[in-house]
């Protein structure tokens, strides 16, 4: 079955850190661009994340550069976010979706997962 | 920065009527990576429309895409119940806020 499931969501203290995964199956994760994309409760999708299917290339939102880092694992077809010094407004449902493209050149995501909340709070 | 902008915020119609969804580009983009997707409530977005005007995998052909430069639109032929959703266009790494499709 081709999917993609995320996990690791969670409530985080303001400053702390977290670190999702998301577990792709059904399909050659080695060969697949993939992001991750976030929605704030009750508001519209906001890219976050890309990274090539090699993991040689990635690029991010201005809202996360320098906090949050893009990597993954082929071996084991995961792919991870890892969120440092998270802040109030981070408080989103985190989905992964994997691009047509290797190279992520297409920004078509043709397969998402069910998400992962996270909730910063104090 | 390219801004989506999406008409109308939301649109009330029945099943069976025709809609048509807007995205405004702020300057113009390429058509090959504009989509669009419907996302339901509780659920993840879908794929509806890619490259401006082609259907995604498994799509029903009630649903199309049109335009270029900074206007395009979504249509939906003939509204099914499953269809009232939220819609999105996106480029690149660029969202439109979302037009809601309600029931009327």
């Known amino acids: 079955q081709v999917q993609l499931v995320e996990s690791g969501g969670g409530v985080v203290q303001p400053g702390r850190s977290l670190r999702l995964s998301c577990a792709a199956s059904?399909?050659?994760?080695?060969?697949?661009?993939m992001h991750w994309v976030r929605q704030a409760p009750g508001k519209g999708l906001e890219w976050v994340a890309v990274?090539?299917?090699?993991?040689?290339?990635?690029n991010y939102a201005d809202s996360v550069k320098g906090r949050f880092t893009i990597s993954r694992e082929n071996s084991k077809n995961t792919l991870y976010l890892q969120m440092n010094s998270l802040r109030d407004e981070d408080t989103a449902v985190y989905y992964c979706?994997?691009?047509?493209?290797?190279?992520?050149?297409?920004?078509?995501?043709?397969?998402w997962g069910q998400g992962t909340l996270v909730t910063v709070s104090s | 920065e390219i801004v989506l902008t999406q008409s109308p915020g939301t649109l009330s119609l029945s099943p069976g009527e025709r809609a048509t969804l807007s995205c405004r580009a702020s300057?113009?983009?390429?058509?090959?990576?504009l989509a669009w997707y419907q996302q339901k409530p509780g659920q993840a977005p879908r794929l509806l429309i890619y490259?401006?005007?082609s259907r995604a995998t498994g799509i029903p052909d009630r649903f199309s895409g049109s335009g270029s430069g900074t206007d395009f639109t979504l249509t939906i032929s003939r509204l099914e119940p499953e269809d009232f959703a939220v819609y999105y266009c996106?480029?690149?790494?660029?969202f439109g806020l979302g037009t809601k499709l309600e029931i009327k």
């Open positions: 979706a994997r691009d047509s493209s290797p190279i992520a050149t297409l920004w078509r995501f043709d397969l």
């Open positions: 059904g399909f050659t994760f080695s060969a697949s661009g």
């Open positions: 990274i090539w299917y090699d993991g040689t290339n990635e």
């Open positions: 300057q113009s983009v390429s058509s090959s990576s």
């Open positions: 490259g401006a005007s």
């Open positions: 996106q480029h690149y790494g660029n």
